[in-house]
């Protein structure tokens, strides 16, 4: 069969010639095309539809296709006869309509420098378009616009409904890092700053687009100009949160910077996939963003990303970003499977489950110190304000351990008070004295405060508790437990961190196990005990 074929390539015939000319039939257009340039809503639908031609074809016509055509001039050659036209016009044109694109890419860079906030169906509709038969004139300024600070697609109709969103999402990914590494080859400096700023919103407002979802931004306003050194604290339950995060940043109205985030290694670089193939990780990488090595953890890395960030931060002004849990929490889910949210103590890895306070790692108050401190050592007047910011609702759009993306959901952005670390207030203490880890774990108590707050994480978790409580029990002992409550809602939080467990685990366990957690508030039993109940739970979720 492979021989058949391979003489069929190598005879010219009608059946081929027409092969050839709808896989070039792009490039051959354009070029024919080539003195025209047009934006009117003629050409933007005649150039979509070729540019969709195009995109699905063009990756392997201008790899694999330039491959096979010219060894198949080289075995002409070798067979001493002289090559089909065809075969060395094929590569010519590949040339041609990567320079092409590459121009295309250019005028998308730019228009999206000076439009940040573009809606993403336009642009993207443009992306298309810009691989089209016609070279496409963007207009001075974009048809839609995006507010940042209320983004609602729940309500969208026609080409705003997409209807494959994982193939679309991993295509408009791939897209935007392109740009990126596109735009590092020409330029530094204040323009990749902007861009990446309208990258970044672009991004996160196209994959809630995806989600036909909303995002809401609520909770305490600040002036981001007497905060210049500020590192944005987010609790972790869903992929989701990259996508909404840096959505809390483009809020604050300043397109000239962006924030970097500190992320997993392992998820961007050492993911062939993300990596490679969409870019992604390439793109985080000139951009500047933070890697931390969780495969291999040491403390010496770790003060490298810590020092790392505190650089960026008080000496270049950058604000950072990042998820103090570390990973992703696992999912509540209701009797019947239905999304209801996501834990706040319950990790995915049991070391963490075990270790008290091992659902927040102590990153963000090791960096909010030594930024602190680095300022101090230099004679810098200021501070370093941590911005605890909760988010509600992505670990209903999309859960650990799922791709499929629950429509509809309203995702909230809530911001906390600023915690201030003043550069005056730790001057004189040093590192790995008994101030310094003091003060560490001082700041490490108000992050946790903070985002347990915003979330209302033990509120939410007493609610449901009694809710399952009214099903089994009668009034009075459900009043006898209410009192029991009352003396673990202070500062020790293992009653909430058991009930936090217990509902992330399968509804089977969820009776038996509250049962065992009724029976020990009642008998006022010790915290020892309630340990123990701790790893009771901890094996049925591991399991």
Same mark, same amino acid.
């Given at each position: 069969?492979?021989?058949?074929?391979?003489?069929?390539?190598?005879?010219?015939?009608?059946?081929?010639?027409?092969?050839?000319?709808?896989?070039?039939?792009?490039?051959?257009?354009?070029?024919?095309?080539?003195?025209?340039?047009?934006?009117?809503?003629?050409?933007?639908?005649?150039?979509?539809?070729?540019?969709?031609?195009?995109?699905?074809?063009?990756?392997?016509?201008?790899?694999?296709?330039?491959?096979?055509?010219?060894?198949?001039?080289?075995?002409?050659?070798?067979?001493?006869?002289?090559?089909?036209?065809?075969?060395?016009?094929?590569?010519?044109?590949?040339?041609?309509?990567?320079?092409?694109?590459?121009?295309?890419?250019?005028?998308?860079?730019?228009?999206?420098?000076?439009?940040?906030?573009?809606?993403?169906?336009?642009?993207?509709?443009?992306?298309?378009?810009?691989?089209?038969?016609?070279?496409?004139?963007?207009?001075?300024?974009?048809?839609?616009?995006?507010?940042?600070?209320?983004?609602?697609?729940?309500?969208?109709?026609?080409?705003?409904?997409?209807?494959?969103?994982?193939?679309?999402?991993?295509?408009?990914?791939?897209?935007?890092?392109?740009?990126?590494?596109?735009?590092?080859?020409?330029?530094?400096?204040?323009?990749?700053?902007?861009?990446?700023?309208?990258?970044?919103?672009?991004?996160?407002?196209?994959?809630?687009?995806?989600?036909?979802?909303?995002?809401?931004?609520?909770?305490?306003?600040?002036?981001?100009?007497?905060?210049?050194?500020?590192?944005?604290?987010?609790?972790?339950?869903?992929?989701?949160?990259?996508?909404?995060?840096?959505?809390?940043?483009?809020?604050?109205?300043?397109?000239?910077?962006?924030?970097?985030?500190?992320?997993?290694?392992?998820?961007?670089?050492?993911?062939?996939?993300?990596?490679?193939?969409?870019?992604?990780?390439?793109?985080?990488?000139?951009?500047?963003?933070?890697?931390?090595?969780?495969?291999?953890?040491?403390?010496?890395?770790?003060?490298?990303?810590?020092?790392?960030?505190?650089?960026?931060?008080?000496?270049?002004?950058?604000?950072?970003?990042?998820?103090?849990?570390?990973?992703?929490?696992?999912?509540?889910?209701?009797?019947?499977?239905?999304?209801?949210?996501?834990?706040?103590?319950?990790?995915?890895?049991?070391?963490?489950?075990?270790?008290?306070?091992?659902?927040?790692?102590?990153?963000?108050?090791?960096?909010?110190?030594?930024?602190?401190?680095?300022?101090?050592?230099?004679?810098?007047?200021?501070?370093?304000?941590?911005?605890?910011?909760?988010?509600?609702?992505?670990?209903?759009?999309?859960?650990?351990?799922?791709?499929?993306?629950?429509?509809?959901?309203?995702?909230?952005?809530?911001?906390?008070?600023?915690?201030?670390?003043?550069?005056?207030?730790?001057?004189?203490?040093?590192?790995?004295?008994?101030?310094?880890?003091?003060?560490?774990?001082?700041?490490?108590?108000?992050?946790?405060?903070?985002?347990?707050?915003?979330?209302?994480?033990?509120?939410?978790?007493?609610?449901?508790?009694?809710?399952?409580?009214?099903?089994?029990?009668?009034?009075?002992?459900?009043?006898?437990?209410?009192?029991?409550?009352?003396?673990?809602?202070?500062?020790?939080?293992?009653?909430?961190?058991?009930?936090?467990?217990?509902?992330?685990?399968?509804? +089977?366990?969820?009776?038996?196990?509250?049962?065992?957690?009724?029976?020990?508030?009642?008998?006022?039993?010790?915290?020892?005990?309630?340990?123990?109940? +701790?790893?009771?739970?901890?094996?049925?979720?591991?399991?």
């Amino acid at each position: 069969m492979m021989i058949h074929a391979w003489e069929w390539l190598l005879t010219p015939s009608r059946e081929l010639m027409c092969v050839l000319a709808a896989v070039y039939l792009v490039p051959l257009v354009r070029l024919v095309t080539l003195p025209l340039s047009a934006g009117d809503p003629v050409t933007r639908f005649v150039n979509r539809w070729c540019g969709r031609w195009d995109i699905s074809i063009g990756w392997l016509r201008d790899s694999a296709g330039v491959i096979l055509l010219l060894a198949l001039s080289g075995y002409s050659l070798w067979q001493d006869a002289p090559p089909q036209f065809f075969y060395l016009a094929g590569p010519l044109l590949s040339v041609l309509n990567i320079f092409w694109k590459r121009q295309a890419m250019d005028r998308l860079i730019d228009f999206l420098h000076d439009h940040p906030y573009v809606h993403p169906q336009e642009f993207f509709d443009d992306v298309v378009a810009s691989r089209g038969v016609i070279r496409l004139k963007l207009p001075k300024h974009p048809r839609r616009v995006l507010d940042p600070q209320s983004i609602d697609f729940r309500q969208v109709r026609g080409r705003d409904r997409i209807r494959f969103p994982l193939l679309v999402g991993l295509c408009s990914t791939c897209v935007l890092s392109r740009l990126v590494l596109c735009a590092h080859r020409k330029h530094r400096g204040k323009f990749i700053a902007r861009l990446a700023h309208a990258i970044s919103f672009l991004w996160g407002a196209r994959m809630v687009q995806l989600a036909r979802a909303a995002v809401v931004r609520e909770g305490v306003a600040f002036d981001p100009a007497c905060h210049p050194h500020r590192v944005y604290l987010f609790n972790h339950a869903s992929l989701f949160d990259f996508v909404i995060a840096p959505l809390a940043f483009a809020a604050e109205g300043n397109p000239a910077s962006y924030a970097h985030f500190i992320v997993a290694k392992d998820h961007f670089i050492d993911n062939f996939f993300v990596n490679r193939i969409l870019g992604m990780g390439r793109a985080m990488e000139v951009l500047g963003m933070i890697f931390v090595d969780r495969r291999r953890p040491t403390k010496e890395k770790a003060q490298q990303v810590v020092s790392q960030a505190v650089i960026q931060l008080a000496d270049e002004g950058a604000p950072i970003m990042m998820f103090p849990q570390g990973t992703r929490t696992r999912p509540f889910l209701s009797v019947n499977g239905e999304r209801l949210g996501s834990a706040y103590y319950a990790s995915r890895k049991r070391p963490q489950l075990e270790k008290e306070g091992g659902h927040l790692k102590k990153g963000a108050a090791y960096l909010g110190i030594d930024a602190a401190l680095h300022l101090a050592k230099h004679k810098r007047h200021g501070s370093v304000s941590l911005i605890p910011i909760g988010l509600m609702g992505t670990g209903i759009v999309c859960p650990p351990g799922s791709i499929r993306l629950h429509m509809g959901v309203v995702m909230r952005l809530r911001m906390g008070e600023p915690i201030v670390v003043r550069a005056e207030d730790v001057r004189g203490i040093r590192r790995e004295t008994q101030a310094y880890r003091l003060s560490v774990e001082t700041l490490h108590q108000k992050i946790d405060d903070a985002l347990r707050s915003l979330i209302k994480v033990h509120a939410e978790l007493e609610r449901r508790f009694f809710e399952d409580l009214r099903k089994t029990l009668d009034p009075l002992k459900i009043e006898e437990v209410a009192v029991a409550m009352k003396s673990w809602r202070n500062d020790d939080p293992v009653v909430f961190v058991i009930l936090d467990y217990i509902y992330a685990c399968q509804p +089977k366990h969820w009776r038996p196990l509250l049962g065992e957690l009724v029976q020990l508030l009642l008998e006022c039993a010790p915290r020892e005990r309630l340990v123990e109940l +701790k790893l009771k739970v901890i094996n049925a979720l591991v399991a």
